[in-house]
């Protein structure tokens, strides 16, 4: 790093950027200029910091302090003030939702507490684009450790003793993959990265590889160092530009510097990675799809067996890692297993990092010990549900998840224990719900994604996740029948039970768990004709309460059908036939007396 | 080789190493339903995509269900395929299938003949429970072979398969996805504009009418009503050995004289084998072979009887175009000889006959409407209807056709050798050329005329026949994957033959994609070859310079062999076209 005394970390990860941080960046760069400080204060565009409900987030590096929803006319300020004068802007600094206080440290933020940073250890710290920022945190001595120290063999018992699990999904041991591998006997191997995150509102690779590329590169250097490969593949979906333009320049730097190439550490390893550009389809993050869709093929999944491990890329043996995971092994390799193996659960070993969205104040990446319970990670992390709504249900696992109910928010997460309660890890999609969401309607979600995302190859994906998503469609729209449900859990079944990859076999997950957890909401939309969360706009009814209505006219002047009928002072009536349930009568009242369907 | 204990359904049963579900439980009488799964054996074609999963069993100890096709039996593996999980989901998969489906069963050409009806009936299937929207994609009726109906795609990629591996021409692959997907060419590109052999071995292979023939049969009824015309029939070879099949006859069955009896029913004005345009072909194929080999011409030479091949090497060797022979191919022959030497002594105006040629093949459609075979309107084939529909011809008629008396072939141009009968089946154009290159080189008369060496079903085949101080080195391939190894040699020039005959379909037009569905008995294939080379045997001339009606031909209208009078009818050209 540079001598100067101060930096201007400014986030550059996706939702930052797209809140015009690059722009908080250059009139940075302009106004450190315009005051004579460009020597001795630097500005840099760092990965993302986790906290993206926030942003565009700023934080002054040494002082630690961290300003939120930055924007471009603060910039003034805060180096006026902050940089030139040394004072605080109080203004931007996050404040706690509960206690109300206003927090300059990030390490002080509840969001943050509970954290603990392995695979974003680097992200917001450094700058992605500058491989020298990498190695001053012990960027690649992991590799040169086990390329001088190491035999493969040891590095792959690291591995195992770690009990570092797929970060995927599958949750398979990465050690026993890369051992699974290396046995093969082939004269070439491969290891690929799979960077094809894809479940909705998912972004933890995305962010590792804006925030950090290097520790992927060093990763598959050490996977191709124990299995016995030279080459690696990056496989990203070209919907994720920033990351790919920086993991283009950390693959730059890595060969300028020789840590990737021939020779590496001037040993007799050679390895040097390339990147394959997807076309984003959801299908492609099962292994064998991708590996057919690297090769140039139709990205389908085909059977296993054979393993990638046995027969993948070009029928060679292969090792599919996904980012995450291969974000904590140069840690391993450093700290050693019983490091890694001190921190989560008996069998989910380490850290998870989840993309938390939906109702909760705090949304961001949070990284979290495995074994922390649900509840911590929304109420401590999260900050509880927006606007003192009731929790409803937490969906983990994206596409292929199920719903979490109250009932289980004290599970500790790993991947057993979310997988007995019926959802699973996933990749780490969190979606909380309030008391607002009907979970008819997102299971009619989910379901639109995965028979829109399936490749079609199989019956049960291609025509299973069809019909369920029909007969979902009705449900939502009042028109459902009690047969339907059997006809959900029957077929719902069946494809778990015979699609030919995972994508099908957990696609029926989010209808099954919200069966099981919300059969009474399923009942409301069969039975009743109704929505109790008002969600589903065809069930969706509104009524005036006579008893309450005051005949002020607030909701007949907001009506944009004009629906509402009543004279003033006199009870409203909305017409049933003409209401759009657009739910504007229903905040325009104010002595509730709109009833919400 | 390891064995394995297993157990089916309570069954105990030892199995080889490397036994799928599905192999394993036919050892044992246990029946499970495919619908995807396709393996013709012998000829090394396998479609494993494992996709339909109308085939799930319970595997003790596994949560999914495993497809019986393609999964591997292991040591100790418990299997179920009678219980209510395995039998739900099966018939879950078939329901699933029928959702998506037309219910134009009834007026549908696979009807009966239809792999997804025949498991919905094996099922007792009687209701569909998951109703819902249907595919609705436009018919592909570009080609003049056949026509693609992806509203009846059940994606069982058997196709592909035959399109992509065996074939190696890549025009098949999934379009779209999910609901939407089905199997097409890339940006679902109308089957005509692309590098498509019209080999049909995709239709061949279709459990359903997602890929069938274009039918003329219409087109043939309309010119048999009309009074004005002169309708004339050729018969391929491959033909007479497998229409029986449609009538219920065992494979294999020579029906020759059956068949003429059945054309003869329909009112044809004259019925010709197409064997005497493969004598023919002879003449001339023989003849060129013979110039090129005497006068240091281009080797090795490769036959051109195969319609899907010609177009084969247009597309994917266009550079390579002087190796064919230039011969056209025996119904276009028959049907330039019908048009001006028969008419002329008939006394018929050429435009007032019409040939109908009945094929075991799709791509002599497609050849019988090349521009450069149809430019001159006297000198071609009007109609090309395959055996499939010839069938139909006659079911529609009312003929009886296992119970007619054999017949006879016309005159004139009905009398044929039986080196013209084995042009069938792989192998058998290059013996009958031998045969009669073998007379003409060495000027003795060839006593022993059966060249086992040239038979089989291997896809590629090679051998030397000594042909007086010469060493006629002949290579044989059949299937175009096995062709391309071939045409890649002579690029590479490492070619080591002098004469090469290809044909496009497995097994040579015996397994053409016109022929009576095989359901993947690949033992019909042989039966069909079996009959062929018996009716070779039963013929009195082997050699097609015997036949004296094709010296007649030669002395009263062609002159000699590669004449310029046999150039301008018997002869063609090949134009480099595209690969798309």
């Not at chain 1, 993959?177 to 960077?195: F, G, H, P």
């Not at chain 1, 997950?509 to 009743?528: R, V």
Request: proline fraction near 5%; charged fraction near 25%.
């Amino acid at each position: 790093m540079t001598t100067q005394r101060t930096h201007i970390m400014v986030c550059g990860g996706t939702g930052c950027v797209s809140a015009d941080s690059l722009e908080i960046v250059e009139k940075f760069k302009g106004a450190l200029s315009d005051a004579g400080y460009s020597d001795e204060v630097g500005v840099i565009k760092t990965g993302c910091f986790g906290f993206c409900g926030q942003g565009p987030i700023v934080k002054i590096h040494p002082d630690n302090v961290f300003y939120v929803k930055v924007s471009p006319d603060d910039v003034a300020e805060i180096v006026g003030e902050h940089i030139i004068k040394g004072r605080t802007v109080q203004r931007l600094l996050y404040q706690e939702p509960e206690t109300q206080k206003k927090l300059p440290k990030h390490d002080e933020m509840s969001f943050y507490k509970k954290q603990y940073r392995i695979a974003l250890r680097n992200c917001g710290l450094i700058n992605p684009e500058d491989i020298n920022e990498y190695i001053a945190f012990n960027g690649y001595e992991a590799l040169g450790k086990a390329l001088t120290e190491y035999t493969p063999d040891k590095v792959i018992e690291i591995m195992k003793a770690s009990g570092l699990r797929g970060r995927g999904g599958g949750g398979f041991s990465t050690g026993l993959k890369w051992e699974l591998t290396r046995k093969t006997v082939s004269d070439q191997k491969y290891v690929i990265c799979n960077a094809d995150e894809g479940d909705p509102g998912a972004f933890m690779d995305r962010s590792i590889l804006e925030g950090d590329p290097h520790s992927v590169l060093e990763a598959m250097a050490l996977a191709g160092y124990a299995i016995g490969a030279q080459e690696g593949i990056i496989y990203i979906r070209a919907e994720y530009p920033l990351a790919i333009k920086r993991l283009e320049v950390a693959i730059a730097q890595a060969r300028e510097y020789g840590l990737l190439g021939k020779q590496i550490f001037e040993t007799n390893f050679s390895f040097d990675i390339k990147i394959k550009l997807g076309a984003g389809a959801f299908v492609c993050g099962e292994e064998t799809a991708l590996i057919h869709s690297v090769e140039g093929n139709r990205g389908e999944p085909t059977k296993k067996p054979p393993y990638p491990a046995v027969e993948g890329y070009n029928r060679k043996p292969t090792v599919v890692n996904n980012v995450e995971t291969l974000a904590n092994v140069a840690p391993i390799i450093l700290k050693g297993a019983e490091w890694f193996s001190s921190i989560g659960t008996e069998k989910s070993k380490g850290t998870k990092v989840f993309a938390l969205a939906g109702k909760v104040n705090n949304v961001g990446l949070v990284e979290v010990p495995m074994g922390t319970t649900l509840r911590e990670i929304i109420y401590d992390i999260g900050g509880g549900i927006i606007g003192g709504k009731k929790f409803k249900a937490v969906q983990t696992g994206g596409p292929s998840g199920g719903v979490i109910t109250t009932l289980d928010l004290d599970t500790p997460i790993d991947y057993e224990s979310l997988r007995a309660i019926g959802s699973m890890m996933g990749s780490g999609g969190m979606i909380v719900m309030d008391e607002d969401d009907c979970m008819v309607n997102i299971a009619k979600f989910y379901l639109e994604f995965t028979q829109d995302e399936s490749c079609g190859k199989c019956t049960p994906c291609r025509l299973g996740t069809k019909r369920m998503f029909e007969i979902l469609d009705k449900i939502t729209k009042g028109e459902g029948t009690m047969d339907d449900i059997t006809k959900l859990r029957t077929l719902g079944k069946t494809v778990k039970e015979s699609a030919l990859c995972g994508l099908g076999q957990t696609a029926p997950n989010p209808i099954l768990s919200t069966l099981e957890y919300f059969y009474d909401e399923y009942l409301a939309h069969i039975q009743d004709k109704r929505c109790p969360a008002g969600a589903c706009k065809a069930l969706a009814k509104y009524k005036i309460i006579e008893e309450k209505c005051i005949g002020c006219t607030a909701c007949a002047r907001v009506c944009p059908v004009s629906c509402i009928s009543g004279a003033p002072k006199q009870k409203h009536v909305i017409d049933e036939e003409k209401c759009i349930a657009c739910g504007a009568c229903y905040t325009a009242c104010k002595f509730q007396a709109v009833l919400r369907p | 080789m390891k064995m394995l204990s297993i157990r089916i359904n309570d069954i105990p049963l030892q199995v080889p190493e490397g036994t799928t579900i599905l192999d394993a439980a036919k050892a044992v009488n246990v029946k499970i339903p495919t619908l995807c799964h396709m393996n013709l054996k012998d000829f090394g074609i396998v479609n494993q995509s494992a996709s339909c999963r109308v085939c799930v069993v319970e595997v003790e100890g596994r949560a999914p269900l495993a497809p019986a096709c393609s999964e591997l039996c292991t040591d100790g593996m418990v299997i179920r395929t009678d219980n209510l999980r395995a039998i739900s989901a099966r018939r879950t998969a078939v329901e699933l299938l029928l959702s998506n489906h037309p219910f134009d069963c009834l007026l549908c050409p696979k009807n009966l003949e239809c792999e997804l009806q025949a498991l919905a009936q094996e099922l007792g299937i009687r209701e569909i429970r998951y109703a819902g929207e249907k595919m609705d994609h436009p018919k592909d009726t570009s080609s003049y072979a056949l026509v693609k109906d992806p509203n009846k795609c059940v994606m069982c990629r058997r196709c592909e398969t035959m399109c992509n591996t065996v074939q190696t021409c890549g025009i098949l692959s999934a379009v779209n996805r999910g609901f939407n997907v089905f199997v097409g060419p890339a940006f679902n590109l109308d089957m005509v504009d692309t590098s498509c052999t019209f080999c049909g071995q995709c239709v061949a292979v279709c459990p359903t009418a997602a890929l069938t023939e274009v039918n003329n049969t219409d087109k043939v009824w309309d010119h048999l009503a009309d009074p004005k015309k002169h309708v004339v029939v050729q018969v391929a070879p491959a033909v007479r050995v497998a229409i029986g099949e449609e009538f219920g006859m065992d494979p294999g069955t020579i029906t020759t004289g059956k068949l003429v009896s059945a054309l003869r029913a329909l009112h044809f004005d004259a019925i010709f084998d197409t064997d005497f345009g493969a004598d023919l072909t002879i003449m001339e194929e023989a003849s060129e072979l013979i110039h090129r080999i005497q006068n240091g011409g281009v080797l090795p030479m490769l036959t051109s009887c195969c319609p899907a091949w010609v177009k084969f090497f247009e597309h994917q060797f266009p550079d390579m175009l002087d190796i064919p022979s230039t011969c056209k191919s025996p119904q276009i022959m028959l049907g330039a000889i019908i048009k001006t030497y028969y008419a002329e002594k008939m006394g018929l105006k050429p435009e007032d006959i019409v040939v109908v040629s009945v094929m075991p093949c799709l791509a002599k459609k497609a050849e019988a409407a090349r521009p450069e075979l149809t430019k001159d309107d006297n000198n071609n084939v009007d109609i090309v209807i395959t055996t499939r529909e010839l069938a139909l011809m006659l079911k529609e008629a009312g003929v009886n056709f296992a119970g007619l008396p054999e017949s006879q072939f016309d005159h004139l141009l009905g009398e044929s050798t039986g080196a013209s009968v084995i042009f069938g089946t792989t192998g058998g154009v290059i013996e009958a050329a031998v045969r009669t290159a073998y007379d003409w080189i060495t000027g003795e008369t060839l006593e022993k005329v059966d060249f086992q060496q040239l038979r089989g079903l291997e896809g590629i085949r090679s051998a030397t026949v000594k042909v007086g101080d010469m060493n006629l080195r002949i290579g044989i391939a059949h299937g175009l994957g096995n062709a391309r190894k071939l045409l890649e040699d002579i690029r590479d020039g490492i070619s080591q033959f002098d004469a090469i005959e290809i044909m496009a379909c497995p097994g040579g037009c015996i397994g053409g994609g016109g022929q009576p569905y095989h359901h993947g008995d690949m033992d019909i294939i042989k039966k069909r070859q079996a009959a062929i080379y018996q009716e070779d045997r039963g013929k009195v001339l082997r050699k097609s310079h015997d036949n004296p009606y094709i010296k007649q031909l030669y002395d009263e209208y062609l002159g000699k062999p590669n004449s310029h009078k046999a150039h301008e009818l018997l002869h063609t050209h090949y134009i480099p076209k595209e690969k798309i």
